[in-house]
């Protein structure tokens, strides 16, 4: 089911456990702390449910950002919140940086595309070996994002420390979108 030299990569690869405080943007009124199987770059073909977070404030809303701005007209009446999460990780996977995901077929000059395949295998096989999540580069902002596998004791830790609106215009206004 998985590349063997895959899992014996991964089995190399640094784990960190983790104490910190993370962001997440979704729609005004959705939980949280609640994941999503959709397929996404590291959700493993959208049968793992995973919690995308961001280690900066910046990062969560240049993800989003970005994915608002693929859209024909800017999203107006969609609200948004920026929420703080405390989270705690015993056996995360640490991918400093792009060179560090070259090493499993991730090419670099790519990965802000939207070509998943290499980086949901590489997930199935962490969730498959167990891992209970990625710290790996953002693909939108100068920072790491913490993929979190909803399955595993990472999420039972989770907590929601504070939310608030995210003011789009603003942020439009200040990164020029």
């Known amino acids: 089911m998985h590349d063997r030299a895959l899992l014996d990569a991964l089995e190399d690869t640094e784990t960190v456990a983790l104490t910190i405080d993370v962001w997440r943007i979704t729609r005004a009124g959705r939980d949280p702390i609640r994941g999503s199987a959709a397929p996404g770059r590291w959700s493993p073909g959208g049968t793992v449910e995973v919690l995308y ?13 970005f994915r608002l701005t693929l859209e024909p007209v800017w999203p107006s009446r969609i609200a948004h919140e920026i929420h703080a999460i405390s989270a705690a990780t015993e056996r995360t996977l640490r991918f400093a940086d792009l060179a560090a995901l070259d090493v499993f077929g ?7 595309g939207f070509d998943y395949d290499a980086c949901q295998s590489l997930a199935a096989a962490a969730h498959f070996m167990e891992f209970d999540g990625l710290l790996v580069p953002s693909a939108r902002h100068d920072c790491q994002n913490l993929v979190i596998f909803m399955d595993r004791g990472a999420a039972a830790s989770l907590e929601v420390s504070s ?4 003011h789009w215009a603003e942020w439009r206004s200040t990164n020029k979108r």
């Open 106 to 112: 991730i090419d670099p000059a790519r990965y802000a």
């Open 163 to 166: 939310s608030e609106a995210v």
């Open 53 to 65: 977070t961001s280690l900066e404030r910046d990062g969560a809303l240049a993800e989003i950002g």
